[in-house]
């Protein structure tokens, strides 16, 4: 049996299986210009971000136990990736993907807008799932290159 709603008809077990684009779903984090939805499955898990272009946060650091795959969807991605004493930049944009294995640096980012939202959508597949993604106000638990801890860095005016 199928069902119809407002966007068009839906198959039984829909919920339990798809998720749709909704934007009351993203969760903000505890960084300014951060919104994600977390998808967690038994050895997968996705990271839907949508953040504000302009916004700051992200720095250079690896996984010990996950591989992480990255679409960029809207706007583009300027980071690093590989080796940590490299000042080379990579900018990503709609459509293109990085794979940052484990312990692979990564990060350093400038998020650029996109032209509609001013927003950058990136689609983080996680694997096998992160534990600490499950709780948007949750601090990421990854190996900061700076020898910081794991909370995000604090904004400076």
């Known amino acids: 049996m199928t069902t119809l709603d407002e966007t068009g008809p839906r ?3 829909a919920d339990q ?3 749709f684009l909704d934007d009351d779903a993203f969760e903000q984090t505890n960084r300014d210009g951060f919104r994600r939805r977390v998808i967690t499955g038994e ?3 996705l990271c839907f971000w949508r953040i504000a272009g302009g916004a700051t946060g992200s720095y250079l650091h690896q996984h010990e136990s996950h591989e992480q795959l ?3 969807v809207r706007g583009a991605l300027d980071f690093r990736i ?10 990503l944009r709609a459509g293109d993907v990085y794979l940052a ?4 640096w990564h990060g350093d980012s400038v998020f650029v807008g996109d032209d ?4 950058c959508w990136i689609l983080d597949v996680f694997s096998p799932p992160r534990a600490d993604l499950v709780a948007a106000d949750a601090e990421p638990v990854v ?14 005016p």
């Open 11 to 13: 198959a039984p077990f």
């Open 17 to 19: 299986y798809c998720y």
């Open 43 to 45: 050895r997968l898990q």
């Open 70 to 72: 990255g679409i960029i």
């Open 82 to 91: 590989g080796d940590p004493d490299s000042d080379v930049r990579q900018v």
């Open 101 to 104: 294995p484990e312990r692979v």
């Open 116 to 119: 509609e939202l001013d927003e």
């Open 143 to 156: 190996t900061r290159l700076d020898g910081a801890d794991d909370a995000p860095p604090t904004p400076t």
